[in-house]
């Protein structure tokens, strides 16, 4: 594919980028606050002005398929439907450990790690080797004490679950575990789009999302149950 559209609305940052012929032509972030359906399109026009495309001109439309929050995942998803539909084009779903793993240019062990409350994360991790990355623990939902007793290895830590474990992971792991530089450390479209390059598209009735747990309202309904039991 010679342009891809990507979009990654799975956590507080919103991003959106342009590959264009293997490059990254375009990308803009926001970690402001304001809600993703409000900057998503704005940063999609951006996108595509700055590269000198148009939506048409896409080949391939890339979004951040989670885990990750409900209500972002379901915004970046159907926006990466809405515009391949209208565009008759393909989409592909990039889980978002994969993408995160991808901000990482380390020969070793990455582990992707976001804040999934209820003292948990979103994790798995990834073996690179060279521009390769092999999958070593599957997408996940555990405590941070779990997490680290499955890693053995000096391990790169990336994605926003860094800010909010990194003390305890440290004294767990010790000198086993590095943490990415800010600027490396959350959720990039052009991660998404690179991780792309070597998935396979789909049509966008296909795109599917990756929630690793039931929603916060459902679970808390769940509970309230058992507990009138």
Known sequence: ???????????????????????????????????????????????????????????????????????????????????????????????????????????????????????????AAYRRSGNELTEVLPPDALSVAELCSRIDEKAVFVGDGVEAYMGQISEILKDRAVFAPTQLRLQRAASVGVAALNLEGVSPDELSVIYLRKPQAEREREERLNNNH
């Open 1 to 123: 594919m010679s342009n891809i559209l990507a979009l990654d609305t799975s956590a507080l940052t919103a991003t959106a980028a342009v590959i264009k012929d293997g490059l990254v032509a375009a990308e803009v972030s926001f970690t402001t606050g304001l809600t993703h359906s409000q900057t998503i399109m704005p940063m999609v026009d951006y996108c595509l002005k700055g590269a000198g495309l148009t939506p048409g001109d896409i080949d391939l439309y890339a979004v951040s398929s989670g885990p990750g929050s409900f209500t972002g995942l379901r915004i970046g998803v159907g926006t990466a439907k809405a515009m391949a539909y209208a565009c008759d084009k393909k989409c592909v779903g990039v889980p978002t450990l994969l993408a995160l793993a991808h901000n990482i240019a380390y020969d070793g062990l990455i582990v992707p790690i976001m804040d999934a409350r209820r003292s948990q994360v979103y994790c």
